[in-house]
Nanobody, 115 residues
Framework: QVQLVESGGGWVQAGGSLRLSCEATGVIFSMSVMGWYRRAPGKQRELVGLATTRGTTTYGDPVKGRFTVSRDGAKHTVYLEMNNLKPEDTALYYC?????????WGPGTQVTVSS
């Protein structure tokens, strides 16, 4: 059974940095796509960043230039490096993975940025 488990969320002041991690368990081969989405209170879920096994990345406009998605294929892990955090980055961050024509989601980790 495939599961995604996030870690690294927390509280930070505006301008600070945080690093999220997500490990996929129950997989044999690397997931073709792994990355992150987020949902802020009262808003719809939105793309943060995705990375393929080939190294292609894509980011949501609000985080471009500040956030970086990276992967460790051997560990089935995806990371999200978040810099210059803003209060509007406060959200529940979900790990996402796609393999064998199936999407998978982690339970989410909270990131809170204070002004």
């Amino acid at each position: 059974q495939v599961q995604l488990v996030e870690s690294g969320g927390g509280w930070v002041q505006a301008g600070g940095s945080l690093r999220l991690s997500c490990e996929a368990t129950g997989v044999i081969f690397s997931m073709s796509v792994m990355g992150w989405y987020r949902r802020a209170p009262g808003k719809q879920r939105e793309l943060v960043g995705l990375a393929t096994t080939r190294g292609t990345t894509t980011y949501g406009d609000p985080v471009k230039g500040r956030f970086t998605v990276s992967r460790d294929g051997a560990k089935h892990t995806v990371y999200l490096e978040m810099n210059n955090l803003k209060p509007e980055d406060t959200a529940l961050y979900y790990c996402y993975g796609y393999t064998d024509d199936e999407p998978y989601w982690g339970p989410g980790t909270q990131v809170t940025v204070s002004s």
